[in-house]
């Protein structure tokens, strides 16, 4: 209600900020895990004397490099770029109060960089042991890289105590920050894995092949029993309001969960079937394969867990659509259109119904639906239901329909955004009881 | 309408606002020498190709070539520490302006996408682009110059309040600001200044080779220097035109923001000429030091430009504060850990002696 709003209609709802977050929360997990891959490969290569694996650890780190510093450092930059602009007031929040964390995590940044170029250029320039150090800077200042930004995700969807104290380390140590660090840990790991096989696959000597192959679907399938255990404890974690309505209330998400489980035992076949020898377009063919599996579960655990703090966009402060928990009973009394700084009317005219109605649709509910786009598409909804429909949803919601924020407005809101969702957004010219 | 309606409410700061402009103002230092860098050192390696034939000037272009990913690395790392600082103090300002032209910010991310894995490509397949290289390191340069572009009108916007009502004429997401005489000096005045930084770095580095005792690439020392000279002279015009546009408001001697302003304004000029003269010398470091004061006190004008713009609206020191010091404190500790690192892996990568 306090910033102007970017009206994005068909990008509406979330795209682009799913887009954006999903593909970097993949590199990104990779940058941290594939940083252990690393250094524990180059371990290998030392230990078994093979020099040929050597030079597969300095391919690798060219193609981690390519990936990780340029996508994945400015997908990060771009995920910060659109969350102010489809929610700056959450946006504010997080940066006013974990200033100092995302200042400590640029630090961080500033040293992988130093690190993994260093650790590219310095192969065969310094002794093992100070190369094999640099890798474990780099891989160390990238696992805290996750501890700090696990922190401020997790405090979105359980901000515990900060919501009565405002205390920057009862937000940082949420109660969903452990489990949350421990699970992202082992999926970093087993992304290092499906990355691995796709430099690894790569390889024309057939023996060091089988061998890197064999040794990323170690990566892949070791951590899946801990990754399993922390996904429980993470569910443990929540509070049991939010628990059931992740699990249980929520409609939108069971899609996502459906295909989260069925990822997980197409990871564990597929890693078992990359460690089998099979002819080596069998393999790569595959290792693209399970590229992409592992982005669907990556994402399907992104979803379920943005989804998961519905209504909210921080659980228990503020809704999704900007508005603070605490501001919305005066709302509700003035109006949206008289509460909102950048609204083009300060009431609901007559002749203005559809202006009026688009208006309130775009400061409440564009955040999380889209206008003909794919996410949560209302003029799909709208064409679904009756004026009798409409108004049963919007009284329903916060209430009957927990994961939608309350409807801030007046009645003569109210009959706005009905008016412009069932006539202007449909293009009817009679209302349809 | 008036404006100041239209500006959000702020949300409180931890500490107290002097610490966060002092992070603000040196980070953005920082970010401002590695971007006329990047810029300014891939406009050299465009236009030295039409200085002479490729035996001569490829040496220094493959260079150039060699370093643009890892300048490129670190003018983001170091922009991102400037953008925080801003938003927490100036968010209220900077969210608003973003979204004002939303398609134009958010476009920065593809567009710097493109322009890094260009520098890759560069630096990688040198040998094999052949005359596609002109063209590449064309579009590298435009693309960034199109991002600094962005960026200025972003700035434009955000110390503007009087123009956000646009908005309600539509165009939402949409806008540039051409309508404030400051921007295309101010977005030239960059531009210069970064070609200028852009031939030092190339003197610098083939110094510091010199003193190495390689002597191979002396002529880019004088190369280096008289792209330098040629373009802070350049700059002195367009910033005496960005003076000239700039309200007087914001170099009012009578205000504080106006005393701060004209005193770092004519210590950056006055340091500017002697870099210029220490560069004609060829006294590379000694110029560099000069011209990095000037870049500092240019920065410095910048922050009080901005602050006497808001000054109608705003001041730091009526934000909100909500006090808590440990989290900087622990965010100074990470800085001191963070820059021992890096210091202890430069040293052992580019001291060590020999292959062990």
Redesign the interface.
């Known amino acids: 209600m306090n910033y102007p709003v970017w009206q994005l209609d068909f990008a509406g709802g979330g795209l682009l900020i799913a887009v954006m977050a999903i593909l970097h929360v993949y590199v990104s997990h990779f940058a941290v895990g594939g940083g252990l891959f690393l250094v524990l490969t180059e371990h290998k290569g030392i230990r078994e004397n093979n020099p040929a694996i050597l030079a597969y650890v300095q391919r690798h780190t060219k193609f981690f490099m390519l990936l990780t510093m340029v996508f994945g450092s400015l997908t990060g930059v771009g995920i910060w770029f659109t969350i102010s602009l489809l929610n700056p007031a959450a946006t504010s929040v997080l940066i006013h109060n974990f200033v100092f964390a995302w200042a400590a995590e640029w630090t961080l940044f500033v040293a992988e960089i130093v690190a993994i170029f260093l650790y590219y250029y310095s192969f065969g320039r310094i002794s093992s042991r100070q190369h094999l150090i640099i890798g474990w800077i780099y891989f160390a200042c990238a696992w805290l890289s996750l501890f700090v930004i696990n922190g401020i995700i997790d405090f979105m969807l359980t901000p515990g105590s900060w919501l009565e104290n405002g205390s920057f380390w009862s937000g940082l140590f949420n109660p969903t920050f452990w489990p949350a660090l421990f699970f992202r840990t082992f999926l970093a790991v087993m992304i290092a894995g499906l990355f691995g096989f796709m430099t690894a696959t790569a390889q024309k000597e057939p023996g060091l092949r089988h061998n890197l192959v064999r040794f990323c679907a170690l990566w892949l399938l070791a951590p899946f029993v801990f990754l399993l255990a922390s996904a429980w404890w993470y569910r443990a974690a929540l509070p049991p309001q939010l628990e059931a309505m992740v699990f249980d209330r929520i409609p939108g998400l069971q899609g996502y969960m459906r295909a989260f489980i069925v990822c997980s035992p197409l990871l564990i076949l597929g890693g078992l079937l990359m460690a089998v020898r099979t002819p080596s377009a069998v393999r790569r063919s595959l290792a693209v394969v399970m590229l992409i599996v592992g982005l669907i579960y990556i994402g399907a655990f992104e979803f379920i867990r943005e989804g998961g703090r519905k209504p909210y966009i921080i659980q228990n402060y503020m809704y999704a659509n900007s508005l603070l928990k605490e501001e919305l009973p005066a709302v509700q009394q003035v109006g949206i259109l008289k509460s909102a700084r950048w609204a083009h009317l300060r009431k609901v005219e007559e002749d203005k119904l559809g202006v009026a109605g688009q208006e309130i649709f775009n400061l409440t509910c564009l955040s999380c639906h889209s206008i003909g786009g794919p996410l949560r598409d209302m003029r799909k909804r709208s064409a679904q239901l009756s004026i009798k429909g409409l108004e049963f949803v919007i009284s329903a919601m916060g209430e009957k329909l927990p994961y939608m924020p309350p409807f801030a407005g007046t009645d003569e809101e109210k009959e706005a955004l009905i008016f412009f969702l069932h006539r202007s957004l449909l293009n009817q010219p009679q209302a349809n009881d | 309408m008036d404006p100041s309606?239209?500006?959000?409410?702020?949300?409180?700061?931890?500490v107290n606002w002097f610490f966060?402009q002092f992070?603000l103002t040196i980070t953005t230092f920082l970010h401002l020498v590695a971007m006329n860098v990047l810029l300014g050192s891939a406009c050299v390696a465009l236009a030295a190709p039409l200085a002479g034939p490729d035996e001569q000037t490829g040496p220094l272009c493959r260079k150039i070539g060699e370093k643009l990913p890892?300048v490129m690395?670190?003018t983001?790392?170091f922009?991102?520490?400037p953008?925080?600082?801003l938003?927490?103090l100036y968010?209220?300002f900077f969210?608003?302006s973003?979204?004002?032209m939303?398609g134009y910010?958010?476009a920065?991310?593809g567009l710097?996408?493109v322009t890094?894995?260009a520098a890759?490509i560069y630096h990688l397949r040198y040998e094999d682009l052949g005359p596609v290289r002109s063209l590449l390191t064309g579009a590298i340069v435009l693309l960034l110059v199109v991002v600094a572009f962005f960026f200025c009108n972003n700035m434009s916007i955000m110390q503007l309040p009087e123009s956000?009502v646009r908005?309600?004429s539509g165009g939402?997401?949409w806008q540039l600001h051409f309508s404030d005489p400051t921007l295309v000096p101010r977005f030239l005045h960059f531009i210069a200044s970064a070609v200028a930084v852009g031939g030092l770095a190339i003197a610098v580095y083939y110094e510091h080779r010199r003193r190495q005792g390689d002597g191979s690439g002396e002529r880019w020392i004088k190369y280096g220097c008289n792209w330098f000279t040629i373009a802070t002279l350049i700059n002195f015009p367009i910033g005496f035109w960005f003076l000239g546009v700039l309200p007087s408001f914001a170099h009012n001697a009578t205000t504080l923001a106006g005393k701060l302003f004209t005193v770092s304004l004519y210590g950056s000029l006055a340091l500017a000429v002697i870099s210029v003269i220490q560069a004609q010398r060829h006294r590379v470091y000694p110029a560099v030091g000069w011209a990095l004061g000037a870049i500092f006190f240019m920065t410095l004008a910048r922050e009080f430009v901005r602050i006497a713009y808001l000054n109608p609206y705003f001041s730091l020191a009526d934000l909100p504060v909500?006090p808590?010091y440990?989290?900087?404190i622990?965010?100074l500790i990470?800085?001191i850990?963070?820059?021992t690192?890096?210091w202890w892996?430069?040293k052992?990568?580019f001291f060590?002696q020999e292959?062990?």
């Open positions: 309606f239209l500006i959000p409410a702020p949300d409180p700061i931890p966060l992070l890892y690395a670190f983001i790392n922009g991102v520490a953008l925080l600082f938003q927490v968010g209220q969210y608003t973003s979204i004002l939303a910010w958010l920065i991310i710097l996408i890094y894995y890759y956000w908005y309600f939402r997401g909500a808590q440990s989290p900087m622990v965010f990470f800085l850990l963070a820059g690192l890096v892996m430069v052992t990568v060590a292959v062990k």
